[in-house]
């Protein structure tokens, strides 16, 4: 079964960098498409990034553009997210979310597999 595990969340102030695992057992990694999902309290669920199967990237939210990258390493299981200039509006927990499917989505119901998150605290 495929079992992602995120990690690297902390606190950090404005202006400040995290960058985020996410690791994964049970299956083949680069079948498999990869989004970064975040919830902040009292919001809804929101697409951050996400990289396919092949290396195709996207971040969705103008927001974010320019300040955050994905990546993947096919040999350790890995998808990372480079966060960088992070501002208290990034606070949230973050959840790495995977399925086989052959383009990015930000529509979560197109994910199965997810972990059980990382919390992401930016202080101003």
């Known amino acids: 079964e495929v079992q992602p595990v995120e990690s690297g969340g902390g606190l950090v102030q404005a202006g400040g960098s995290l960058r985020l695992s996410c690791a994964a057992s049970?299956?083949?990694?680069?079948?498999?498409?990869i989004t970064w999902f975040r919830r902040a309290p009292g919001k809804e669920r929101e697409a951050v990034s996400c990289?396919?199967?092949?290396?195709?990237?996207?971040q969705w939210p103008d927001s974010v553009k320019g300040r955050f990258s994905i990546s993947k390493d096919n040999t350790k299981n890995t998808v990372y997210l480079q966060m960088n200039n992070l501002k208290p509006e990034d606070t949230a927990v973050y959840y790495c979310?995977?399925?086989?499917?052959?383009?990015?989505?930000?529509?979560?119901?197109?994910?199965?597999?997810w972990g059980q998150g990382t919390q992401v605290t930016v202080s101003s």
């Open positions: 979310a995977v399925d086989q499917i052959t383009r990015c989505s930000d529509n979560y119901h197109y994910y199965d597999y």
């Open positions: 049970g299956f083949t990694f680069d079948d498999y498409t």
């Open positions: 990289i396919s199967y092949n290396g195709a990237s996207i």
